[in-house]
């Protein structure tokens, strides 16, 4: 029988057994065949009424335990993750959030916080106040959708528009292609008439003349839209291909989603505009923080995971997971441009709410508008590495809805400035100088 020490930490990654023991969701579900022992047996002669006949012979087989699977959750960066996680919703008021943290050389999860979370060992008792009040009144099919929706992991089955995060991608495609460079001058008025449309830059004002380097710092609209353009829709989809975001991550846990995208011949000058700076398109957390890692780390797509080994009662290893790293999509030296226009980001630019004395950050910020957009609500974010220049903890923070002051810069940095603050040296990430 399943028992979870750690109650509700990573509830929705771990997943749950049924009274069966069968997976139902989460890892639980991808490892039940590692997981699941073997029922033992009694083999006997008995009569009519099932009492035993004497004499008869007894055929014994023992139950075989399950193996113990060994995961790359870091138990201290979870529990931390989620504290963080958990004071940022409060304190913003917002409907849920999500932070993951990543190893960017080899794809190991070292956390997935998700909250609102439940209890791994009372899976069945809805955590919605309102809708447990309501909960003897729901119809089955009602509170079998609640509790679907409250063990959903939406890192990995929910896209979303990831804003101006995806600008790491416009800017990588196009130092690829050598289509900008950083210290090519831009002007920004505080907008950018698009076919018939206005497309705003968030300072109305406008940033004025600015390098395409300097245009990333201040994560300004018209210079991606630029870029784009530049690029044109049929390269820029190649890059979609080439970077991976057509397909899925593979992660080991069940029910990941696919990239929503326009097809190559509906991509006209407005799509090709919003999508330059991460709108019109939606994908998963977990795709954004995958593809960044790929691109930051010298250019190779990695696979994100969590299971590392299944090992018997006695340690012996039963079988080790195996993820090697996928294709090169990305050159080693704009890798290492791509990292320096995001320390930047972060050392004097948007991002700077994320800086760390003695610790080289990179990062880039997002407050993406969801939609319908009447309803002015928000999805605010941020994701950051380190160090800058050998990247080896990248984490994504996703806060959705939140009240108030919105904005990624102000209330998404600075919660993984004070994650890294706390698991850099835990993990053995040294300051310098």
Known sequence: ????????????????????????????????????????????????????????????????????????????????????????????????????????????????????????????????????????????????EALNQMWRNFCINDTYEPGSTFKIITSAAALSEKVVSLDEPFQCSGGLTVADRRIRCHKTGGHGTETFLQGAMNSCNPVLIDVGQRLGPERYYQYFKQFGLLGKTGIDLPGEAGTIMHQPDQIGPVELATVSFGQSFQITPIQLITTASSLINGGTRITPHIGIR????????????????????????????LRYILEQVVAEGSGKNARIEGYRIGGKTATSEKLPRSRKKYISSFLGFAPADDPQVIALITIDEPEGIYYGGTIAAPVIRDLFEVILPYLGVEKRG
């Open 1 to 144: 029988k399943r028992y979870y020490p750690f109650g509700s930490l990573a509830s929705q990654t771990i997943g749950f057994a049924g009274s069966d023991s069968q997976g139902i969701i989460g890892l639980e579900v991808t490892y039940n065949e590692y997981l699941q022992g073997i029922n033992g047996s009694l083999l006997t002669l008995t009569d009519a009424k099932g009492i035993r006949l004497s004499g008869s012979e007894e055929l014994r087989k023992e139950a075989t335990e399950g193996n113990v699977l060994q995961t790359s959750l870091d138990v201290v960066v979870q529990q931390y993750a989620e504290q963080l996680l958990e004071r940022t919703i409060e304190q913003k008021n917002a409907k849920r959030g999500a932070i993951i943290v990543m190893n960017p050389q080899n794809g190991e999860i070292y956390a997935m916080a998700i909250k609102p979370d439940f209890d791994l060992n009372d899976p069945f008792t809805i955590n919605d106040e309102t809708l447990a009040a309501q909960w003897d009144s729901m119809d089955s099919e009602s509170q079998i």
């Open 310 to 337: 299944a090992v018997r009662a006695d340690g012996q290893a039963v079988h080790v997971f195996a993820y090697p790293k996928g294709e090169r999509i990305l050159s080693e030296q704009t890798s290492e441009t």
